[in-house]
């Protein structure tokens, strides 16, 4: 499990975000991406608002920006589906394509548009990268059944968390493996593309088998000692007057926010 702690976005730092309850932090990143979502396209000083409010909670949290920012440029490649809206939406022309016997125009409506689902992507990630950067799991899951997530999310979260670092090393064993037998005497990997792709797919095969099969052992074993789907902590928190009127003051600003946008 250690030579797989990349999985693991927690960065351990004695801040004042990372002392803050976890509640806390889910319920504000929970509301400012319910609220990112909700601006209307093209509210450029909101955007920057938001930008700016997260760079504030950034230098708080004593995280390196770089690796906040690293991290959440992996909604990029989603938001780009978006891209047709530039085609799509009716608008004042911007430019025109030909492509073969049609022409394709741009709008500037529709510019707006993509950009602006690039930027509120990008700025909802950065809240999750955030959040889970600056708190440890357990906490996460702690705080969701607090908020009274369903269980079984709760529960399909956790586990998750829990066993990705396990089928993880597994793929790393298969992989290795592989490598010592497909190997020549310098040491090099030997193979065919389509052979590389006919073990890769066993390789894929095997590891939900064992998946599979490691999880029925599991639930048999959690079913044997009374598990009814619910995790449960030794401890209950309750948020103090400081922490409500945090969630408060954040859910005033986001609702101006919103509001004025």
């Known amino acids: 499990m250690s030579r797989i702690l990349v ?81 799509t939406v009716e608008g004042t022309p911007l430019t025109s394509v030909q492509l073969g016997p049609w022409i394709v125009t741009a709008t500037t409506e529709g510019a707006i548009d993509f950009i602006s689902i690039l930027i509120k992507a990008w700025l909802s990630v950065l809240v999750a990268t955030l959040l889970v950067t600056t708190t440890k799991f357990p906490g996460v899951v702690a705080a969701m059944r607090s908020l009274r997530v369903p269980k079984v999310i709760v529960s399909v979260v ?23 037998r497909s190997a020549n005497p310098r040491g090099e990997s030997v193979g065919s593309i389509g052979w590389r792709a006919k073990v890769l797919g066993g390789m894929i095969g095997s590891l939900f088998l064992r998946s599979y099969e490691r999880s029925e052992r599991i639930y048999s074993a959690m079913l044997s000692r009374g598990f009814d789907g619910e995790l449960r902590t030794l401890r209950e928190h309750k948020l103090g007057t400081r922490d409500v009127l945090i969630i408060g003051a954040f859910a005033v600003y986001l609702v101006v926010l919103v509001t004025l946008s």
Do not use: N
């Open 158 to 180: 956790s586990f998750m968390y829990r066993y990705i670092f396990v089928i993880a090393d597994e793929a790393l064993r298969l992989h290795r493996a592989r490598e010592a």
């Open 7 to 87: 999985l693991d976005p927690y960065q351990d730092e004695d801040s004042l975000i990372h002392r803050q309850d976890p509640r806390v932090k889910l319920a504000v990143s929970l509301a400012m991406i319910v609220a990112i979502t909700a601006l209307p396209a093209g509210a450029w000083v909101s955007y920057l608002c938001c930008l700016t409010s997260i760079a504030v909670i950034v230098g708080l949290s004593r995280v390196q920006p770089v690796i906040i920012l690293r991290r959440s440029l992996v909604a990029i490649p989603f938001a780009l589906v978006a891209f047709t809206l530039i085609f």
